[in-house]
């Protein structure tokens, strides 16, 4: 991959197997909310279409000086907010609080580990603001997962808690 062989070694990257769009984190959150959460979830969504979503560009959060988080941006259709929402108001219902920044769909690609130097950010933020990439790629949305996720040394750890499906 391009950004490997560019990049200092300072990224972690994210497993092929764990790349996603997150809709909502909700940090610690109680295992009775799962069930209350999905039946909310299934009757607004219900009625909801698959859709396609556009990827391109590349950047990095939370700018190019001191970059933490490189990733890929999302043509975000009306489609994918609207899930954004859903999501949110289903999780402000059971107490979770609303996501105070704005929805900023993207795919980390990888994270920036601790202590590094000011050459390697530098380089980091350099290579990606050079970088003009248009549409990478497209996908289909079938419907929305939901995971918990757990931290271990290697890196975060998803299991499944449920799924809800998009009409065709």
Known sequence: MELKKNLPPVLR???IENIHI?????????????APLKNK???????????????????????????????????????????FEEVEKAAFALG?????????????????KNDVNNQ???????????????EICKSQVKGVTFFQSKLSPAGPVYSELFFIGLKQ
Do not use: C
Not at 22 to 34: P, Q, R
Not at 99 to 110: A, D, K, M
Not at 120 to 131: A, E, K, V
């Open 96 to 112: 979770y609080p609303i996501e105070e920044r704005g929805f900023s769909p993207h795919i980390t690609l990888g994270r920036v």
């Open 22 to 34: 997150t809709l909502k984190f909700l940090g610690e959150f109680n295992s009775n909310d799962i």
């Open 41 to 83: 979830l299934e009757t607004v969504l219900s009625t909801a279409n698959q859709f396609s979503l556009t990827f391109q560009n590349l950047g990095v959060f939370p700018n190019e000086r001191k970059p933490k988080v490189v990733w890929i941006g999302i043509n975000s259709p009306s489609q994918l907010k609207l899930l």
């Open 120 to 134: 390697d950010l530098f380089q980091i933020g350099r290579f990606i603001q050079n970088r003009k990439v248009g």
């Open 13 to 15: 990257w994210v497993d």
